[in-house]
Structure formats: C-alpha cells, structure tokens
C-alpha cells in the first residue's frame, strides 16, 4: 500500500474533522499507511513530530465536531522555497508521497507549487546529503489531491465546500432566535453574515428565513436603495409585520464600490423609519458549533473519493480537486479551479458581476 499524509490548512471550518476520518479509514481500508500532518504547512516544516501515524481509533468520535482536530495554520515560511525544502525533507524521511490538502486557494495554490517543483526539490536534498539514494527513488513521485473547506462556498468546481451547511444553519439558528425578541418589542435586525467575495450565505439565510432585505457583493443595490429598502420595510409594517431582517454579506458594496456596513444600514432605518433597530454581527460563531449532517456526509464522500483518486495517480497525474457536481464527486485539475476562482475575485473587483457569476456556475469538462 502506498503511504498518505493528510492536513488541514488555511481558515477551519465545520466538516473538515469529518474529512479527515473518511481519508484515514479509506486510507486503512485500502492497505495504505496514513499519517495525520499536525499544523498544516508549519507542521509539515517542523518535522516528525507532527506526523501522527492514524489508526481506525485515532479518529473515532470527531465526525460532528468543528474545527480541525489536527490544526490549522498560516505559514509564510511555506511560501518560500527554502521552506518547500523543509517540508520536502521530511515527507521524504517520513516517506510520506501522497498528500490530500483540506484548504482554501492559498492552500491548493500552494500544493501546486510543491509538486510542480518536487523533482527538483529532492534533487537539491540528495545533492546535501539531506536525503538517502533510496529515499530519493522511493519518493520520486508527489501526488496530490485537494478538497475545498471553507464556510463561504466560494470555490469554482464543486457545488458545495466543506462548512457551508453548517455555517447556514448556526445563521439560522440565530435567526431564528432573534425573530422572538425582535417580533416581542417590533425591532429591525440587521445580521451581518461571512462572504467577503461571495454572497451565497447571506442569499441562503434570507431564503430560509424570510428576511425582508439581504445586501450580497454580487448584486449592488440600485443607487436610490435606502429610498426602496425603507419603503419595503413599512410596507411590510402596514401589512402587519412586527419585525423585519435585513442581512449584509460582510463583502456588500454599493453601485459605486463603496462598502454597505451593516452600521451605515443601521443608520438608515433607525433615521427615517424611527424602527428601533439592533445590529448582530455572527462572526466566528458562524465556523463555530456542530457539524451539520449534510457536511458530514459531505466529508465521508470527499475524503474516501480522494483517497481513491490518489490509489489511482501516477507520475504524470497533474493534482485534482476532488469536488461534487449535480451531487456526484466530481475530480477538477486543480489548476483550473484555483485559476477560475481568481478569475472570479477579478471580475468580482472590476464590477464585472455577470461574469463572475457565470465563471463560478460554468461546469468543468469532466
Ligand atoms: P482561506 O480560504 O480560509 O483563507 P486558504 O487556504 O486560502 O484558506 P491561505 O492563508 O491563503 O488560506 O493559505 C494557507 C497557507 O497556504 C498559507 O499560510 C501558505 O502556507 C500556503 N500558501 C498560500 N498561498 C501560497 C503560495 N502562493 N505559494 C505557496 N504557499 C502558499
């Protein structure tokens, strides 16, 4: 069997523990060897002592905890050669030479370079003695396999990243909390959820909980906005309503560029609606929580999907993404899905918004 190592790297989210176990027992399953890599990058630099040998038990009971048991971080040092050397170095020792890669773009960007250059890498290290002559064939061959985590589901190729479920229900959850208090004293909320670049989860909550008004950086709203929304939300008031929700995407602008602040919305309707209106900022609770059943599943598919991709790799296998389409796995060339992600970002900053929305719903050729 071959010999695997799985980390998680960039912002956590909720699914990626169920990620995981599905990589080890497929991984187990198979024959294969499957160490857990502590620390993302960093941990991969540091050395042997974050390379955890997994076993069936090793990840019994994590299925529906957030987060990432295995951690999480940011590593500079990964951006540089010399740290790629690092890293190298000890994947070889360890004869690690199948990675799966649970992150966002930094992340999958990053393991592209590290197998692009992988050759040359081990190259260096025998040259430096770093390496023995049979670690160098052993390892002669990185493959490598991504899955999207991230709450945002603003990744190209798949229909749904890992979190995004889970985000969306403690959105509601709070929404729903606040409807009680809101409806006893008749205020406004206004909730600011996550999406810098993406609006699906301010566009989801307010689908699923009859929000008046949402604010999302793919759609501006037209230049005379604060005349519509007031209008609207009287309107809902003479029609009997004793509350009303306005969600903003924190990425909300206006026609112009300009940032919509859930403040600066605050303001609006307490001025001219004299509705007393209260702001919730969700932040870190949205990552935080359980793991909905859907990203569970999500991660048992993604995970034991990758581990059968990386089973069939070879040399001249360029990296995937292993996403989910029409609700089947579906394998992207990494590549192309970080690149049409960016593309996204772009046209998204140069106001470009029909693109982008059509660059993110395009399917691949698979
Ligand atoms: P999130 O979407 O939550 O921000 P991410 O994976 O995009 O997740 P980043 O901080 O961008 O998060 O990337 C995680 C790590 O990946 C970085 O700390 C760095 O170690 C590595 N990385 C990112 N971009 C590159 C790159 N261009 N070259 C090499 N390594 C990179």
Redesign the pocket.
């Known amino acids: 069997g071959r010999t695997l190592g799985v980390f998680t ?3 956590d989210s909720q699914g990626m523990n169920a990620t995981v176990r599905a990589i080890v027992r497929m991984g187990l399953y198979l024959g294969c060897k499957v160490y857990l890599i502590h620390e ?2 960093q941990g991969m630099i540091d050395g042997e002592k974050n390379f955890q040998l997994g076993s069936w038990a090793s990840v019994s009971g994590i299925v529906g905890l957030g987060g990432t048991i295995i951690g999480s ?7 540089e050669r010399s740290g ?1 050397l690092k890293a190298a170095r000890n994947l070889a020792k360890a004869g690690i030479n199948n990675l799966v890669c649970i ?8 393991a592209d ?1 590290f197998k692009k250059e992988w050759n040359s890498l081990l190259d260096e290290l025998l040259e430096k003695n770093e390496i023995t002559k049979d670690e160098y064939e052993k390892n002669k061959y990185l493959n490598i396999v991504g899955i999207v985590g ?1 709450i945002d589901n603003d990744f190209c190729g798949t229909d749904m990243t890992i979190g995004t479920s889970s985000a969306l229900h403690r959105i509601i959850e709070a929404i729903d909390a606040i409807v009680t208090t809101a409806f006893s004293h008749q205020r406004c909320f206004v909730m600011e959820v996550m999406g810098r670049h993406c609006g699906y989860l301010a566009l989801a909550a307010g689908l699923a909980s009859e929000a008046d008004w949402i604010f999302i950086p793919e759609h501006p709203p037209e230049p005379d906005w604060e005349n519509i929304l007031c209008k609207r939300l009287q309107y809902h008031r003479l029609a009997g309503h004793r509350l009303n929700i306005v969600i903003v995407a924190e990425g909300a602008i206006d026609n112009q560029g300009n940032p919509i602040t859930s403040e600066y919305v605050k303001k609006v309707i307490s001025s001219r609606l004299k509705i007393d209106t209260r702001i919730t900022i969700l932040g870190h609770v949205q990552r935080g929580g359980a793991t909905s059943a859907y990203d569970r599943v999500l991660g048992a598919r993604l995970g034991s999907e990758a581990v059968l991709a990386l089973m069939m790799s070879h040399n001249e296998s360029p990296p995937f993404v292993i996403g989910i389409n029409g609700n089947q796995p579906c394998y992207i060339p990494l590549v192309e899905a970080v690149e049409r992600t960016k593309a996204v970002a772009k046209a998204m900053a140069a106001f470009e918004f029909k693109k982008a929305i059509e660059l993110r719903g395009a399917s691949f050729e698979r």
């Open positions: 790297s960039g912002g993302g990058y971080a940011r590593c500079p040092e990964f951006r790629r992150g966002g773009d930094g992340t999958l960007t990053g370079l991230s």
